[in-house]
């Protein structure tokens, strides 16, 4: 059973605080997605990864960095949390699809962030 | 603006009924997918379609593809109510990202 798993349901930080949150997935996954999900406004893309130590930025990356250290872990940081990152935080894994395609991507169960 | 929109934003059917949700999306895609998401958990993959496909069937989905049109549509029939939940249409426009759209909310009563 494929299986994506978040290092936290629920977390709550102070504003300013440095906030990292891990992503593990094992089926051996080139592609890694972390995306946050806003009322309103859907699923969007901050960051992805197609291979170790590869990151590319999405449509929202300011605020936040990510790290591929290890091909089954994926990991986003908040340098300094503010109110405006409270948010559903989501990480997907996905195989690369065909001739440039994208492949199913399997997601983890979602982190909800809170910014105090 | 959003590359895939859903419509309705929210559909409430009884069990038993068909629900349809359409999708509209702007540019050329390589695939379109379907996900669900129950509420407040991580989305799951229903049917991936290919560009080059018009039909997809898997159980009691059915989902189609108008390349023309750019438009896809999910069909659900005979809902149950563990079908509630929100549902995403998802276009693959560019290599390794898929876009999501706002989602239809479908709500099944018993």
């Known amino acids: 059973d494929v299986k994506v798993t978040q290092s936290s349901r629920y977390l709550v930080k102070r504003t300013g605080e440095k906030v990292f949150l891990e992503c593990v997935q094992d089926?051996?996954?080139?592609?890694m997605f972390w995306y946050r999900q806003d009322p309103g406004l859907g699923l969007r893309l901050i960051y992805f990864s197609y291979d170790v130590k590869m990151k590319e930025k999405g449509d929202i990356p300011e605020g936040y960095s990510v790290s591929r250290e290890k091909k089954e872990r994926f990991s986003l940081i908040l340098e300094s949390a503010s109110t405006n990152q409270t948010s559903m935080y989501l990480c997907a894994s996905s195989s690369p699809g065909l001739a440039g395609s994208t492949d199913t991507q399997y997601f983890g169960p979602g982190t909800r962030l809170t910014v105090l | 603006s959003q590359q895939g929109e859903e419509d309705p934003q929210a559909l409430s059917i009884q069990e038993g009924e068909n629900a349809t949700m359409n999708c509209s999306y702007k540019?050329?895609?390589?695939?379109l997918q379907w996900y669900r998401q129950n509420s407040g958990r991580g989305l799951v993959h229903l049917i991936l379609?290919?560009?080059?496909?018009r039909e997809k069937h898997s159980g009691r989905l059915r989902v189609t593809l108008d390349t023309s049109k750019k438009s896809s549509s999910l069909l659900i029939t005979a809902s149950r109510a563990a079908d509630t939940a929100s549902y995403f249409c998802a276009t693959d426009t560019s290599y390794g990202k898929l876009t999501f759209g706002q989602g239809t909310i479908l709500t099944v009563h018993p």
């Open positions: 089926m051996d996954h080139e592609n």
């Open positions: 540019t050329s895609i390589n695939n």
């Open positions: 379609i290919r560009s080059n496909e």
